[in-house]
């Protein structure tokens, strides 16, 4: 380029001057002059370098420090429960400063991480098929008695006493709510409002006393049922509003509960009888009753086996006849109620109107329907709080606020429903999040797990504890040494369990990788158990060894057995969480041609393995000399030849069955579907049966079920 410049400042020129300057300083090189660094330029970077390695070294010295932190936090925590168990152990739990903290709320963040895991157990929670009929392990005396040994499980008495729910507990924490003046309240101002409310109450009363009715009849007098239907033909409820003398109503409301406690649980009484003072009391009251003798009918209807079913009436009218608002003991006495009722549907449905899930009621604390936040700000910010809030259907409903009680109703709940990974996923979430769950909970998780052999369970909650630091840390801090020694050794059997047990030859990297665990983690974890393991007394420290030790011959074969029946129930599981998704997918909302091919699908596998269970049949008769093989082989050809009758096997059979829907036929009567029928109908044609459309193909399959 600098030569082209050159040339041209060469070329003779005529004598245009702005021409001859542009050409000569075009061609010239430009180059700036070098300069020395000031001062202040190095006095920067030197200064620069410094801090950065002050900031190192800063660094450094800082993770050290919290490490430190972190291990005197360990000591301090054992040294507490050391001090607990000196003490007599935990404080009582019916105490009031105990129920005090077991219904106060959660922090924001606390609430927030369970909100999000309640949704995630809602989105993924099985299909009801699978709750109602659980894959559950199969009566075995020696698995029993193998479980006693080897884990030293607890006993069926024992798990129905930890499973049963402390109602004097949620009992006293509704009377202590109750007693308190500052509770939120939704009550009504208006005469419409008043209206309403009666006609509730009302509604309520004649159902209660209609269930009462239906009851059988005993010989005990019922005098109050008579009086409570004297009052409702006279025209009561009349009640008056709270806000004219709102101490008054107050202990009105107090001494309503006591009076309707007392009727309940009175042993003398009848059925009628007992009804029939609850509802003339609610009929009689000068003030309307609020929510907390919601609250107080609940548990104590739930309390009596028999009595549960005028529960559900009070949940009813609270949910879809009623605008009071919850309290903080509500949600734990419905959560029970549907537990103890062994209602899943509706516990989960709970579950979902506190998480904001639910289009019909929600929570009951607050909604604003979606168009109210057109052009409205301030209910656009609240409404963009997802924290706290969530869009169901046409509306954005508030959660409902979390305390401790409720998440242990939640987790019992659960467990109850055999939903054991998703109750330990809840589980972790709590540990993780720093809400303190009693060892009564605690206890009753691992040994779910243990009595259930849950594979998919007890692999969940070991993942969890080895993929986040200090969890184990946590779950044991606080408690005594009785009982951190009782988790160590469930720890170990879950564990075994899973095949992780103290043999370092069976944790290979190829079975970790396959069940996603690091094996440096997994290790950390382990040192982690063992070194609170070495601080219990020698008297209360878990071996990791299950059983009878190293040496027995017999400790082995144990194991692996409940680690077969383990796996066993866990293929159970999945078989049963299949058939029901097949289920699901013959719904009318389906397109016909794919319900068509799945029936096909599911009646070609249910032939499948009516005809491996013949062969195993006719094995196990032919090994027992009841049969013999040419007998077996005879059956195999006969169920072979009865499928390809049917036309199953048949190609095109799809297309010929959507064909058909053009011109359908009501197809003929068809008599039982015995044996001899199938055969004159193969002599009267030879060919194999074609089907002309989905009638007559659900009659074939009907006649083909019953023949296997």
Same mark, same amino acid.
């Not at 109703?409 to 589980?427: K, P, T």
């Not at 005809?611 to 040419?630: D, F, H, N």
């Given at each position: 380029?600098?030569?082209?410049?050159?040339?041209?400042?060469?070329?003779?020129?005529?004598?245009?001057?702005?021409?001859?300057?542009?050409?000569?300083?075009?061609?010239?090189?430009?180059?700036?002059?070098?300069?020395?660094?000031?001062?202040?330029?190095?006095?920067?970077?030197?200064?620069?370098?410094?801090?950065?390695?002050?900031?190192?070294?800063?660094?450094?010295?800082? !993770? /050290?420090?919290?490490?430190? +932190?972190? &291990?005197?936090?360990?000591?301090? %925590? $054992? *040294?507490? @429960?050391?001090?607990?168990?000196?003490?007599?152990?935990?404080?009582?739990?019916?105490?009031?400063?105990?129920?005090?903290?077991?219904?106060?709320?959660?922090?924001?963040?606390?609430?927030?991480?369970?909100?999000?895991?309640?949704?995630?157990?809602?989105?993924?929670?099985?299909?009801?098929?699978?709750?109602?009929?659980?894959?559950?392990?199969?009566?075995?005396?020696?698995?029993?008695?193998?479980?006693?040994?080897?884990?030293?499980?607890? !006993? /069926?008495?024992?798990?129905? +006493?930890? &499973?049963?729910?402390?109602?004097? %507990? $949620? *009992?006293? @924490?509704?009377?202590?709510?109750?007693?308190?003046?500052?509770?939120?309240?939704?009550?009504?101002?208006?005469?419409?409002?008043?209206?309403?409310?009666?006609?509730?109450?009302?509604?309520?009363?004649?159902?209660?006393?209609?269930?009462?009715?239906?009851?059988?009849?005993?010989?005990?007098?019922?005098?109050?049922?008579?009086?409570?239907?004297?009052?409702?033909?006279?025209?009561?409820?009349?009640?008056?509003?709270?806000?004219?003398?709102?101490?008054?109503?107050?202990?009105?409301?107090?001494?309503?509960?006591?009076?309707? %406690?007392?009727?309940?649980?009175?042993?003398?009484?009848?059925?009628?009888?007992?009804?029939?003072?609850?509802?003339?009391?609610?009929?009689?009251?000068?003030?309307?009753?609020?929510?907390?003798?919601?609250?107080?009918?609940?548990?104590?209807?739930?309390?009596?086996?028999?009595?549960?079913?005028?529960?559900?009436?009070?949940?009813?009218?609270?949910?879809?006849?009623?605008?009071?608002?919850?309290?903080?003991?509500?949600?734990?006495?419905?959560?029970?109620?549907?537990?103890?009722?062994?209602?899943?549907?509706?516990?989960?449905?709970?579950?979902?109107?506190?998480?904001?899930?639910?289009?019909?009621?929600?929570?009951?604390?607050?909604?604003?329907?979606?168009?109210?936040?057109?052009?409205?700000?301030?209910?656009?910010?609240?409404?963009?709080?997802?924290?706290?809030?969530?869009?169901?259907?046409?509306?954005?409903?508030?959660?409902?606020?979390?305390?401790?009680?409720?998440?242990?109703?939640?987790?019992?709940?659960?467990?109850?429903?055999?939903?054991?990974?998703?109750?330990?996923?809840?589980?972790?979430?709590?540990?993780?999040?720093?809400?303190?769950?009693?060892?009564?909970?605690?206890?009753?998780?691992?040994?779910?797990?243990?009595?259930?052999?849950?594979?998919?369970?007890?692999?969940?909650?070991?993942?969890?504890?080895?993929?986040?630091?200090?969890?184990?840390?946590?779950?044991?801090?606080?408690?005594?040494?009785?009982?951190?020694?009782?988790?160590?050794?469930?720890?170990?059997?879950?564990?075994?369990?899973?095949?992780?047990?103290?043999?370092?030859?069976?944790?290979?990297?190829?079975?970790?990788?396959?069940?996603?665990?690091?094996?440096?983690?997994?290790?950390?974890?382990?040192?982690?158990?063992?070194?609170?393991?070495?601080?219990?007394?020698?008297?209360?420290?878990?071996?990791?060894?299950?059983?009878?030790?190293?040496?027995?011959?017999?400790?082995?074969?144990?194991?692996?057995?409940?680690?077969?029946?383990?796996?066993?129930?866990?293929?159970?599981?999945?078989?049963?969480?299949?058939?029901?998704?097949?289920?699901?997918?013959?719904?009318?909302?389906?397109?016909?041609?794919?319900?068509?091919?799945?029936?096909?699908?599911?009646?070609?596998?249910?032939?499948?393995?009516?005809?491996?269970?013949?062969?195993?049949?006719?094995?196990?008769?032919?090994?027992?000399?009841?049969?013999?093989?040419?007998?077996?082989?005879?059956?195999?050809?006969?169920?072979?030849?009865?499928?390809?009758?049917?036309?199953?096997?048949?190609?095109?059979?799809?297309?010929?069955?959507?064909?058909?829907?053009?011109?359908?036929?009501?197809?003929?009567?068809?008599?039982?579907?015995?044996?001899?029928?199938?055969?004159?109908?193969?002599?009267?044609?030879?060919?194999?049966?074609?089907?002309?459309?989905?009638?007559?193909?659900?009659?074939?399959?009907?006649?083909?079920?019953?023949?296997?």
């Amino acid at each position: 380029m600098k030569s082209l410049w050159s040339k041209a400042g060469r070329v003779h020129r005529r004598g245009c001057r702005a021409c001859s300057t542009l050409v000569h300083g075009a061609g010239r090189r430009v180059t700036a002059p070098r300069r020395r660094p000031t001062f202040a330029e190095l006095f920067t970077a030197a200064y620069s370098s410094v801090f950065a390695s002050a900031a190192i070294i800063d660094a450094v010295r800082k !993770d /050290e420090r919290m490490k430190d +932190l972190d &291990r005197q936090l360990e000591d301090v %925590r $054992l *040294e507490l @429960a050391d001090l607990r168990a000196q003490n007599g152990g935990p404080p009582d739990e019916l105490g009031p400063e105990s129920l005090q903290s077991s219904i106060s709320h959660l922090t924001d963040d606390q609430m927030d991480r369970l909100w999000r895991e309640l949704k995630k157990n809602y989105w993924r929670r099985p299909q009801f098929e699978e709750i109602h009929t659980p894959a559950t392990l199969g009566e075995s005396a020696l698995r029993e008695k193998v479980q006693l040994e080897l884990y030293r499980c607890p !006993d /069926e008495a024992s798990m129905e +006493l930890l &499973r049963r729910t402390n109602l004097e %507990r $949620l *009992e006293k @924490a509704i009377i202590l709510e109750e007693s308190e003046a500052a509770v939120p309240r939704r009550d009504p101002r208006t005469q419409r409002q008043m209206e309403r409310l009666n006609d509730s109450i009302l509604r309520l009363v004649q159902q209660m006393m209609y269930r009462a009715k239906a009851r059988p009849k005993d010989s005990l007098p019922s005098p109050s049922f008579d009086q409570a239907a004297k009052l409702l033909k006279d025209g009561f409820p009349r009640y008056s509003f709270r806000e004219t003398d709102p101490g008054r109503a107050h202990v009105n409301t107090k001494l309503l509960n006591q009076a309707n %406690r007392a009727a309940i649980h009175n042993p003398d009484l009848g059925l009628k009888e007992k009804v029939g003072r609850v509802c003339y009391n609610l009929l009689i009251s000068s003030y309307p009753p609020d929510m907390h003798t919601f609250n107080t009918l609940i548990t104590a209807f739930d309390r009596h086996s028999g009595y549960r079913h005028f529960s559900e009436s009070v949940i009813f009218t609270f949910f879809h006849m009623s605008k009071f608002l919850p309290t903080l003991c509500t949600y734990p006495a419905i959560l029970h109620h549907y537990k103890v009722t062994a209602n899943h549907g509706r516990f989960l449905r709970v579950m979902a109107c506190i998480t904001g899930w639910d289009a019909i009621t929600g929570a009951k604390y607050k909604r604003r329907h979606i168009g109210e936040l057109e052009g409205n700000v301030p209910l656009q910010r609240w409404a963009l709080d997802t924290r706290k809030r969530s869009a169901a259907g046409e509306y954005v409903w508030e959660h409902a606020p979390l305390n401790r009680l409720m998440v242990e109703e939640i987790l019992s709940g659960l467990l109850q429903f055999h939903m054991f990974h998703h109750a330990v996923q809840f589980f972790t979430a709590c540990i993780g999040a720093g809400v303190y769950v009693s060892t009564r909970a605690v206890k009753q998780v691992l040994d779910e797990c243990l009595v259930a052999l849950d594979w998919k369970a007890a692999m969940r909650l070991i993942r969890q504890l080895v993929r986040r630091e200090n969890l184990w840390s946590s779950i044991l801090a606080g408690r005594d040494v009785e009982t951190i020694a009782y988790l160590t050794d469930r720890i170990y059997s879950l564990l075994d369990m899973v095949g992780l047990g103290y043999l370092r030859r069976h944790r290979t990297g190829r079975r970790l990788a396959n069940i996603r665990l690091s094996r440096r983690k997994l290790g950390v974890f382990l040192d982690e158990v063992s070194l609170w393991n070495k601080r219990l007394p020698d008297t209360l420290a878990a071996s990791p060894m299950r059983g009878d030790g190293k040496d027995s011959p017999y400790r082995g074969s144990r194991s692996r057995l409940l680690q077969m029946e383990s796996l066993d129930k866990e293929l159970v599981r999945v078989r049963k969480a299949i058939k029901a998704y097949e289920i699901r997918f013959l719904d009318p909302d389906m397109p016909m041609e794919f319900r068509i091919s799945m029936v096909m699908h599911i009646s070609a596998t249910a032939v499948d393995d009516a005809q491996r269970l013949g062969v195993e049949v006719s094995e196990a008769l032919e090994k027992t000399g009841l049969t013999t093989p040419k007998d077996a082989e005879e059956k195999t050809a006969a169920a072979n030849g009865t499928e390809m009758e049917l036309g199953l096997e048949t190609p095109g059979l799809i297309s010929e069955v959507v064909a058909g829907q053009q011109s359908r036929k009501p197809p003929a009567a068809m008599g039982p579907p015995t044996k001899q029928r199938h055969q004159q109908k193969k002599q009267e044609q030879e060919r194999p049966l074609r089907l002309r459309d989905y009638n007559d193909f659900v009659e074939a399959f009907a006649a083909r079920r019953a023949l296997v």
